[in-house]
């Protein structure tokens, strides 16, 4: 049985954790918060409650193995449910899109309804991502890259010049769909130009596995996850931020906190390695895509009825999440905002015919730098500075015998199911006890 310690009570920590008690190894957790569930969990004020991340995740089965391989299924401990629609865009011009997820032949008549033939021209520029993201899952997201033995597709897709923004522009000549096509990488913090063409991959995902969420709030995955780690026998240690890995003899040997050293035989950092002096030389080059602007509201009395996620495009480009958990007779929305935010949010959002702003009675704003502060990181995880960026991330190898990482930087895409799947190649290559 080995000594393990994860860093970090996020989503990628949490998971890792409970993989590797259930391989049987004395697992550790360390968290800087008083709480597990990093931007896993929720914001609450005057009887209103809002996931304080993510309010939909892809790649249902990263999640159902996670918890089949850890103890009891998922659908014993949380009910994720599809969405019929993954979002609704409207764009400057007036129109709208109303996408749906899972269905390929769904989105082709959705799409057409933008216009004649951009319905076929999406559903190809999609279906160009089937093989890329086999490469991908298969040699990547659930293989440690080896360079020397890698496959020549996946080097050469890595090393490739061409950034999205520029593979978008060859492929429609209608805007909105390029806005369609970039939006979740926008919202995430990147600029397309710097982000290579395979970071679109999401929309693959979406259309072939569709988008997920969990009545009353996703945040119920980070308690459930918390709750595993307390039936695999997992110690979890809050309040307490680690401040550096202790080497000796050219080995990880422990983890350094305000209050002593954890020993360890293995370590899995799944924060920002940034944040400790023994790996930030490693990773000096990358910087992480910070949050957007976010703002939690109460309303009270009629709001217009919208779907799960509406996004208006623009400048400021603004994402409204109806969501949230509310008293009777109210609502609980969250707004994000990217770009030139001039003005208040709600009144950006006003200018789009979304007027809430006398029905406030509630409210909690949330700056980039709040949100990094209050989750120690970003889960965003790198910045995109380049379509040949992946090679500065760190992970899951280190060049520190012992230290492997997981979670958002420690992968190439955002959200649940890429932090998931670095735990999963993490509890693979420390193996059985």
């Not at 008083?34 to 309010?55: N, S």
């Not at 997201?141 to 522009?169: C, H, I, Q």
């Amino acid at each position: 049985m080995a000594r393990v310690v994860v860093i970090g009570g996020g989503f990628g920590g949490m998971a890792a954790a409970a993989r590797l008690a259930k391989l049987g190894h004395d697992v550790t957790l360390l968290e800087r918060s008083h709480r597990l569930g990093g931007a896993l969990t929720t914001v609450e004020a005057d009887g209103f409650a809002w996931d304080a991340g993510p309010t939909s995740t892809l790649l249902p089965a990263v999640i159902r193995d996670l918890f089949r391989k850890s103890g009891r299924p998922l659908e014993r401990e949380v009910d994720l449910q599809p969405l019929e629609l993954v979002r609704e865009h409207r764009f400057e011009d007036g129109s709208s899109l109303r996408l749906p997820g899972g269905s390929r032949a769904a989105q082709l008549a959705a799409v057409d309804e933008l216009g004649p033939g951009l319905g076929r021209q999406w559903v190809d520029h999609v279906a160009a991502y089937g093989d890329v993201w086999e490469l991908l899952r298969k040699e990547w997201f659930e293989r440690a890259f080896d360079g020397d033995v890698a496959p020549r597709e996946l080097t050469a897709l890595l090393g490739g010049r061409e950034s999205l923004e520029k593979r978008l522009r060859r492929t429609f000549r209608d805007e909105r769909l390029r806005l369609v096509a970039g939006h979740r990488l926008v919202m995430d913090g990147h600029e397309l130009r710097n982000a290579p063409v395979f970071a679109g991959v999401d929309a693959y995902l979406e259309q072939r596995f569709g988008a997920w969420t969990v009545p009353g709030g996703l945040a119920a995955l980070g308690t459930a996850m918390a709750d595993r780690l307390t039936l695999r026998g997992v110690t979890v240690v809050t309040g307490t931020a680690a401040t550096d890995l202790v080497i000796r003899e050219g080995r990880v040997a422990a983890v350094r906190t305000a209050g002593g050293e954890t020993p360890a035989d293995h370590v899995v950092v799944a924060i920002d390695p940034r944040r400790l002096p023994a790996l930030a030389s490693y990773v000096r080059r990358t910087m992480p895509a910070f949050p957007p602007v976010v703002c939690h509201v109460g309303l009270e009395g009629e709001v217009p009825d919208l779907p799960h996620e509406v996004v208006l495009h623009g400048d400021p480009l603004l994402v409204v999440r109806p969501g949230g958990r509310a008293p009777d007779g109210a609502a609980a929305w969250t707004v994000l905002g990217r770009g030139r935010l001039a003005e208040d949010v709600l009144t950006a959002l006003a200018r789009h015919g979304l007027d809430v702003r006398r029905q406030v009675v509630a409210r909690v704003d949330l700056s980039p730098r709040d949100l990094v502060e209050q989750w120690g990181g970003s889960p965003h995880g790198v910045l995109w500075q380049g379509p040949r960026t992946a090679g500065t991330r760190l992970g899951p190898r280190t060049p520190v015998p012992g230290v492997l990482t997981a979670g958002a930087h420690a992968t190439t895409g955002s959200g649940l199911p890429f932090a998931g799947l670095s735990a999963a190649l993490v509890a693979e290559m420390i193996g059985r006890a």
